[in-house]
């Protein structure tokens, strides 16, 4: 089984933050076509649907890489998260963490509900997932002591995630695969990119690559494009939470250099969320269609969709001077 390149990295992880393979690496990096330069930087797909056991995969996945050991150091029997009616990380949880023998418990607000949402709620009834429709954050929020009672096992607390997995371990995920990327340039598989677009949702993705990407010691820009507007993702929200996860690696013993990490580090962008999380715009619907007819990835409507509209309205403007410029796959196959 491939070794994280963190273990390789920081031996001193080995022992104190253990990682369970849920995928194989490295996922595919490939050149994407002229339609994805839009006469602007040339263009490559990391393909993260790659990453997971071939019925669900995605960008969820790397983070349950870490948080599964993670529950299971910490005990109680359940998973306790949150997320949208159409919520990938709550059916990614469920699943990968039953084949490990931990229950979850899913409080799920709403969403504007499409096929996409549909299909995925079918899917989270049939998981095994104890669900809880509280509808909104707010409620949400008021039903959590009642939640936390209700799923202790084993006279445990449930063991509590935020929405998207995004904690500090979680985004220990993207880390890891910022140490992949790099070890993809170090063997020549593309130049070194100077920007990379990630669709933001709950951030840890964004905030494991800003870090990774810099522990790997890679000049590449992230650009985070902001597709919720339910939680605060802007730079400075992004920047803590790679923070966190730094502190993280030092508690549990790296020998990190000093990043100094800053809302400089990174470009933010809200302008394609449209109305709002969940909603359809214009502009990721043509992303969408430009991609099929070029037989690019099957980009979803809610993240990799906007994520794409971003990058080609970018490059159109050649906000990435001469790249090359990565786009991250984070939609699994469904
Ligand atoms: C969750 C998700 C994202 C966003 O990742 P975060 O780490 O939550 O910001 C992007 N794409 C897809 C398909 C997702 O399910």
Not at 273 to 298: I, N, Q
């Amino acid at each position: 089984m491939r070794a994280p390149y963190l273990h390789h990295r920081f031996p001193a992880l080995r022992d104190t933050l253990a990682h369970v393979p849920l995928g194989a690496g490295p996922t595919p990096l490939t050149p994407l076509g002229a339609w994805a330069s839009n006469g602007g930087a040339e263009v490559w797909l990391k393909d993260e649907g790659a990453f997971g056991d071939g019925d669900w995969g995605g960008n969820k996945v790397r983070k349950l890489e870490w948080l599964i050991p993670e529950a299971q150091r910490r005990g109680p029997r359940t998973i306790l998260s949150f997320g949208g009616l159409g919520t990938n990380w709550g059916y990614a949880l469920t699943r990968y963490a039953a084949a490990h023998g931990i229950d979850t418990a899913l409080a799920l607000v709403d969403q504007p509900v499409d096929d996409h949402v549909r299909a995925q709620l079918v899917r989270l009834r049939g998981s095994g997932a104890t669900l809880h429709h509280t509808r909104t954050k707010a409620r949400t929020a008021a039903c959590v002591p009642w939640l936390l009672v209700r799923h202790v096992s084993r006279g445990r607390l449930p063991y509590v995630l935020p929405a998207g997995g995004s904690s500090a371990v979680g985004a220990i995920g993207y880390v890891e695969t910022a140490l992949e990327l790099a070890a993809q340039v170090d063997a020549g598989t593309m130049p070194e990119p100077s920007h990379l677009v990630t669709a933001v949702g709950s951030g840890g993705t964004a905030a494991g690559l800003l870090l990774g990407l810099r522990i790997a010691g890679l000049r590449t820009r992230v650009v985070a494009v902001v597709v919720n507007d339910t939680l605060r993702l802007d730079a400075v929200a992004l920047v803590r939470l790679a923070r966190r996860a730094e502190r993280l690696l030092r508690q549990r013993g790296a020998d990190l250099p000093d990043q100094r990490l800053t809302v400089d580090d990174l470009d933010v962008t809200t302008d394609w969320l449209g109305p709002g999380y969940g909603h359809a715009t214009p502009e990721a619907e043509a992303a969408r269609a430009l991609a099929a007819a070029h037989e690019g990835p099957p980009l979803d409507p809610v993240y990799a969709g906007k994520a794409t509209a971003a990058l080609l309205a970018m490059n159109a403007a050649r906000r990435f001077g001469d790249g090359p410029v990565v786009l991250l796959q984070t939609n699994g196959p469904r």
